[in-house]
């Protein structure tokens, strides 16, 4: 019989002999040293959508939940006594999320035109709402309740039938008010009764049916990776699942994952530190200054402005970042005028400017020593430099102290305008700029505009 075992040993060793792909163990050190698939970096800019039950009340937060029930806050409970009757549950927004206005191939047109590489939906938030007709979720899903949709399914087929993006999926792995989950954590998560029967399934369920290239996951509710058995989850996921070889994750898998493991790091929620960082993150931020989710109470000054989401992009990126800018759709499935608004203006802005952005890598310098507001990306294969300044200078001289020049060599250009522009060297190091006298309609962008200097050192 020994003679008959030895095969069947090597081969879990095999694809490593034959120099097939590497398989991962299920431990931190093993699944962090897998290399991030190169698409991701590239990206840099894709869209977060922030949808479910909560677009109902869409007051508040997308924990409106959370601040009614458990925190009872005084303007979520004054909210729900003015406006609904006594006795009135959050199940009962199920029905009413109805999603009648959701066109797939509306929204996955709209994330086109935003110049987004990717997009991340939420396929359950810490509600515990499925948007597919998840069989781990009975009676709390898109399919069974509201829509009678499955949101996921439509979206996805959109997206790629329609575009070029990445597909992902935000998963929640704990649900604020599920019983099972309650008892685990009374038991201070001794127990698994929630993960083996309610999360882990519906990861397993979303990438085996949607395959995500993005698995983005959220709400660890102070329980231990171990818990929620995350490194087998990754370890399944990167070597046997069908997106092993492209997919994505994020660092929120339970309690002292964050900024440590999985694949890039988001740290916290608009996460933006300014400086380059030695391991790829992103910074996940939302158009909508105080909510992921759509609430009906925003004023016009809760919305960044397109200047400010310019320059949270210029900024990242320069940061060898990713930004996922976020949106809230409503009930009814619609994605606000504002929001669509500011998607289109950020792909009119990368339509032009996208050479500065896509495929770049962080150059030696993030951001200029001598003027603020000009951040620098690099372009590998090309040798060239972009300096992104956020300020057109009035004196139509703009000073970077950060290049270094080569007399007769160097060539500085504005995308967008044709001619070459002329600069004289300040001194050892920097360059003053002569930027072309421009009324504002002969603007190449109206918010942030790209130099592209080749040859210097």
């Not at 938030?125 to 781990?136: I, P, Q, R």
């Not at 896509?358 to 590998?380: C, I, K, M, S």
Request: aromatic share 16%; charged share 20%; glycine share 8%.
């Amino acid at each position: 019989m020994s003679g008959l075992l030895r095969p069947v040993l090597l081969l879990p060793l095999l694809p490593g002999l034959l120099g097939g792909r590497p398989r991962y163990e299920p431990t931190w050190a093993s699944l962090d040293a897998r290399p991030l698939p190169a698409w991701f970096d590239e990206a840099k800019f894709g869209v977060f959508i922030h949808w479910g039950v909560f677009a109902v009340p869409s007051f508040g937060s997308e924990w409106f939940w959370w601040y009614w029930q458990k925190e009872k806050r005084e303007s979520y409970v004054k909210f729900m006594k003015a406006n609904y009757p006594p006795g009135f549950s959050y199940e009962d927004f199920g029905p009413l999320f109805t999603a009648e206005f959701f066109d797939p191939n509306q929204w996955a047109d709209i994330l086109k035109a935003s110049g987004a590489k990717y997009v991340v939906l939420t396929s359950k938030h810490h509600e515990g709402f499925t948007l597919w007709g998840s069989k781990y979720s009975w009676n709390w899903n898109a399919v069974d309740v509201g829509p009678k949709r499955d949101l996921v399914a439509e979206l996805e087929t959109s997206v790629r039938n329609r575009t070029d993006l990445r597909f992902g999926l935000y998963h929640s792995l704990f649900e604020w008010f599920n019983p099972l989950f309650l008892e685990d954590a009374t038991n201070a998560f001794k127990t698994r009764k929630f993960p083996t029967s309610k999360s882990l399934p519906e990861l397993y369920e979303i990438v085996t049916k949607y395959q995500p290239e993005i698995v983005w996951s959220d709400g660890d509710g102070n329980a231990p990776d171990t818990y929620w058995n995350s490194t087998g989850f990754l370890a399944w996921l990167y070597n046997d699942s069908p997106v092993r070889d492209t997919v994505v994750t994020n660092d929120r898998w339970g309690v002292g994952s964050i900024c440590k493991h999985g694949g890039f790091y988001t740290c916290s929620d608009r996460y933006n530190p300014g400086h380059l960082l030695p391991h790829k993150w992103e910074n996940c931020m939302t158009i909508d200054k105080r909510s992921w989710g759509y609430r009906r109470n925003a004023n016009l000054d809760d919305y960044f402005t397109i200047e400010d989401l310019v320059k949270q992009l210029v900024e990242t990126v320069s940061c060898g970042g990713n930004l996922l800018m976020n949106i809230g759709p409503t009930h009814d499935g619609r994605i606000a005028a504002i929001f669509e608004e500011r998607l289109r203006q950020m792909g009119a802005w990368l339509a032009l400017n996208g050479e500065a952005i896509y495929g770049t890598e962080p150059w030696r310098a993030q951001n200029d020593t001598l003027t603020p507001g000009v951040w620098y990306t690099f372009r590998p294969k090309e040798g060239t430099v972009n300096a992104i300044f956020l300020n057109w200078p009035n004196s139509g001289i703009l000073e970077l102290g950060e290049p270094q020049t080569r007399l007769a060599e160097t060539q500085v250009k504005l995308v967008g305008y044709e001619e070459p522009l002329k600069w004289v060297a300040l001194g050892e190091k920097g360059i003053a700029v002569a930027l072309p006298r421009l009324t504002p309609k002969q603007l190449p962008c109206q918010w942030g505009w790209t130099l592209t200097l080749t040859d210097v050192n």
